[in-house]
Every structure is written in structure tokens, then in C-alpha cells.
């Protein structure tokens, strides 16, 4: 199947991701400019991103069977109201615990329903099941359009105003999702699909999942994955910062990471239709572990930051096409949106620990090599748990489609 006939539905869900991921992702280069405002240590800001992460993967589940039960439209559209909210709030902030209710759990909850969890599961229900993993390489490649795309934006307001209204204009942009989310129809689960899966319930399909062992492997891969990615995006600029780059060597840093990751993610996804989504995940990771250890032995420079931004980001988020790939393909695509809800829980439990430990850290050694070397070791780790995984549809599925 072309991309140009996925349907509607995958388009519109590509647009909500653009603005929802975009901001997210631009949430690094606001530490030192609020941690100066504040006056308070790196670790306030990392703490507060790290609260984020975890509610947007407590909220996760909890919003994934929601929209498995209601629709995703009016759940996107709760989601865009809460994330403009908590942008504006914490723009007029004047105590910095405002923002663990601000940029923590209003945003964090905002993220739980406009992002892949909630998209993917619609998309799911619309796309063949074997060239499932090509459009959620797609639609994961749009998070990182929106990074390349609001970063860049995001820098040029603080210079030329203030972090205040940079997230004013954030949350102005929320109105857009919302406006993607009305065009949004609920997507019909086909005949076929219907007869295979709609006889399962919720809770068959939770005691399903957790009593197979590749699916609680498929959890410990992706924490690796949301550890990676939240340390790098939260404390990269001020890593860079502290080896003497001027802030637009990180802004631009990470900027490469969007770019590059609008490709790997779709690479990552095609690979996915075409080899074993295991041995392509640990390949991926494998990948992650050289580029990773190659940036913390080599000297930092802003080539090398570059450089860095590019590598990385190829294999950036080239783990959500396969991760939830792996789970569509193991379980079925009706409860998409709850089991790949729970998956990702847990890369949140681990975008938490890297953010926050990140700043933990820093504070108490004066370095971030420690924590560096953890996420190569992290990454290696990864590379191996995916290797046993039995990627095989379930035998209930099996037996449907036989």
C-alpha cells in the first residue's frame, strides 16, 4: 500500500502529532532560562519533566481504554484542552511548585491523549494488519516533523522575547488539535476484524497479555527506550552548554534528532513489514549503543553535537512503529490503544528516571558522564532483551483466522 492512500484518519492523526510531540520535545531548551527564573537547581526543572512523563504514562492505560471504548475524537480533543492549559499556566507561574500542577500533571495528561498510544490505536483499526508497521513508521515520523519544526521556533521566541511567551504560543497551537480531531471519524473495525477479535473482552484481553512472557519483555525494551530518550532531550542542551557550545549548537542538536528521525522512523517501520520486528529492534538498539558511546568517548564540539543529533535521532523513536508493531501483530489491533497503553506506562516509568536522574545526578557529581555511560550499558541490554521475544500471533488469533 502507497502512502498516499492511507486514509484520512492516518493524515489527521499525523497533523495532532506534529503539534503534540513538537512541543514535548522542545521542553529541554526551557531548563536553564526557568531554572534562572526561579533561581532553583537543574534538578527543580528535570523533576517537574519527570513528573510529566510519569503521569503521562500513569494516565496512559486509563486513556487508552477509553478511547478502545468511546473513540479516540473525544478523547484527543479533552487531551488538547488540558495541554494548552497547563502550557498557560505555567507561563504566568509565579512559585516554582506551580509546575509540578502545570507542566507536570495538566501537560502530562494533555501528552497521555494526543500522542502515539491514542493515535496509533485509531490508525490500527483502519490499516491492514500487513502494512501496520509502515504507517505507524509514518505517523511516528510526524512527532519528529513537529521536533525539527517547533524547536528551532521555540528558540527563536526566547531570544526574541521571553520563555513566557513561547508558551503562549504553545498553547495557542493547541487549538489546532483540536480542530484535527473534529474532522476525525471513528474508524469501523472491518468484517473480518470484527468476527477475529470483537468476541474478546477488555479483561481477556489484559489476562491474555500478561500471562505471555514476550509481552513483559516487549515492557523492559521500551523503558530502555522512554530512559534514552527523555535523559538526551531534557539535559543534552545543558550538557552541551557546559562544554562551551552556545545554545544554538543544542537547539540545532536536537533539531537534527527531529529531521533524522522523520526518515528512521520510517525505515525502522518498513523494516518491520519486511524482516522479524525482533531482530530489527535489536539491531536498532545495537545501533543506539555504538552511536551513544561513540558521542560521550569522542570530544564534544558542535560537530560532533551534530553529528550526534543526526545518528541518534535515526534510531530516535524507530522503537514506537516496532514496539507497537510487535504488540498488533502478537495480540490483534482491537484492544491496540489499552495493551500498547500499558507498554508505554512503562516507558514513562523510564522517561522519569532519565530525566530526573539526569539532574539528580548532575547535582550531585558535577557531571553527566555517570549517567552517559549508563544509557550505553542500558542500550546493549535492550539490544539482547529483544532477541528471545516470540513474535508469533497468539494462538487464539490463529485459530480465527485459520
Wanted: one cysteine or more; a positive charge.
Amino acid at each position: 500500500m502507497s502512502i498516499f492512500r492511507f486514509p484520512p484518519l492516518v493524515w489527521l492523526g499525523i497533523g495532532i502529532l506534529i503539534i503534540s510531540l513538537g512541543i514535548r520535545q522542545s521542553f529541554g531548551i526551557f531548563m536553564m532560562p526557568i531554572s534562572d527564573h526561579f533561581q532553583t537547581g537543574r534538578e527543580f526543572f528535570s523533576f517537574a519533566i519527570a513528573l510529566q512523563n510519569l503521569l503521562f504514562g500513569i494516565f496512559q492505560p486509563f486513556v487508552g481504554m477509553a478511547s478502545d471504548k468511546w473513540g479516540s475524537k473525544r478523547i484527543i480533543m479533552l487531551g488538547a484542552v488540558a495541554y494548552a492549559l497547563g502550557l498557560a499556566l505555567t507561563s504566568v507561574a509565579t512559585e516554582p511548585s506551580m509546575l509540578y500542577l502545570s507542566l507536570g500533571a495538566l501537560v502530562g495528561f494533555g501528552l497521555s491523549a494526543t500522542s502515539y498510544v491514542i493515535i496509533l490505536g485509531a490508525v490500527a483499526k483502519v490499516v491492514p494488519a500487513e502494512h501496520a508497521a509502515k504507517a505507524f513508521g509514518l505517523t511516528t515520523a510526524a512527532g519528529s516533523f513537529g521536533m525539527f519544526a517547533v524547536i528551532p521556533g521555540a528558540q527563536t521566541l526566547m531570544h526574541n522575547f521571553n520563555w513566557q511567551f513561547a508558551l503562549q504560543i504553545f498553547a495557542m497551537l493547541c487549538t489546532l488539535i483540536i480542530t484535527f480531531a473534529l474532522f476525525m471519524k471513528t474508524a469501523n473495525p472491518s468484517e473480518k476484524q470484527t468476527e477475529e477479535e470483537n468476541t474478546q473482552t477488555l479483561t481477556e484481553a489484559l489476562k491474555e497479555a500478561f500471562a505471555n512472557k514476550s509481552y513483559w519483555l516487549i515492557h523492559a525494551g521500551f523503558f530502555v527506550c522512554g530512559f534514552h530518550v527523555m535523559f538526551i532531550a531534557t539535559h543534552l542542551p545543558s550538557y552541551l552548554a557546559d562544554k562551551d557550545l552556545p545554545a544554538s549548537s543544542a537547539a540545532m542538536a536536537l533539531a537534527y534528532v527531529g529531521i533524522f528521525n522523520i526518515f528512521g522512523s520510517y525505515f525502522w517501520g518498513v523494516m518491520g513489514d519486511k524482516y522479524s520486528k525482533r531482530h530489527v529492534m535489536s539491531a536498532l538498539y545495537f545501533v543506539r549503543t555504538i552511536v551513544i558511546g561513540a558521542f560521550v568517548t569522542l570530544p564534544v564540539t558542535e560537530h560532533t553535537a551534530a553529528i550526534f543529533g543526526g545518528a541518534i535521532g535515526f534510531c530516535w523513536l524507530g522503537t514506537v512503529p516496532l514496539t507497537s508493531g510487535l504488540v498488533r501483530q502478537i495480540f490483534g489491533a482491537r484492544y491496540l490503544s489499552t495493551l500498547y497503553g500499558l507498554v508505554f506506562f512503562t516507558h514513562q516509568v523510564g522517561s522519569f528516571l532519565g530525566a530526573w536522574a539526569g539532574g539528580r545526578i548532575y547535582d550531585y557529581y558535577g557531571s553527566y558522564e555517570p549517567i552517559w555511560w549508563s544509557t550505553v550499558v542500558l542500550a546493549f541490554c535492550a539490544a539482547l532483551i529483544h532477541l528471545p521475544i516470540n513474535d508469533k500471533p497468539i494462538q487464539r488469533l490463529k485459530l480465527q483466522t485459520a
